[in-house]
């Protein structure tokens, strides 16, 4: 089967990001807007090309001090770099339904190479014969690669903020017309 253009549905896709908080828990987030470009075969992804842009303003850990904090200098510049970006290079099937996905993500004016855990989880057609797909897709980076490297010194030793953060996105997508 060809590549055929597959529209997001926001309603039912999320970008979610977690990262060790004193050292001894997790703080989640997620970004509540973005756009993506998806071309692919969804029964075989090493042809596709997939690209997002994450608007950082979009960014929610249910507090806001936080978000405006992450909104700031310190960590994405929001001001100077209101967006994240990625985009594929090389997609290799590692199992049945199942993908490596690198490409150049880019925070912060810095761009780095990045791969994603992929799972094809299914198509089909909604009550209304649109045709769906769904993917999942992990990875993690390290933030004070593109720059974040805001932080804080605690009393009983370590730091506020880790440095790996996970990434967990959910993507339900309609095929275009």
């Known amino acids: 089967m ?14 979610d990001f977690s990262v060790k908080h004193m050292m001894i828990a997790k703080v989640k987030g997620s970004f509540e807007n973005f756009e993506a470009v998806i071309e692919a075969d ?18 929610n850990t249910k507090n806001e001090d936080r978000d405006n904090h992450l909104r700031s200098a310190d960590f994405f510049d929001v ?10 290079t090389s997609i290799v099937k590692t199992d049945d339904g199942e993908y490596d996905v690198t490409g150049d ?26 045709e769906k797909a769904g993917f999942s897709a992990t990875g993690s980076l390290n933030r004070s690669d593109y720059g974040l490297v805001w932080n804080a010194a605690l009393e009983t030793g370590g730091v506020l903020v880790g440095d790996q ?13």
């Open 105 to 130: 993500l880019t925070i912060r004016g810095t761009t780095k190479s990045e791969t994603f855990q992929v799972v094809f989880e299914g198509a089909g057609k909604d009550p209304w014969g649109n």
């Open 165 to 177: 953060v996970k990434i967990s996105i959910e993507i339900e997508a309609a095929k275009a017309e």
């Open 42 to 59: 969804p029964a075989d992804l090493t042809t596709a090309n997939i690209e997002f842009k994450i608007d950082l303003t979009s960014i």
């Open 2 to 15: 060809a590549n055929t253009k597959w529209a997001v549905d926001a309603s039912h896709s999320s970008i």
């Open 79 to 88: 001001e100077n770099h209101p967006s994240m970006t990625f985009k594929s």
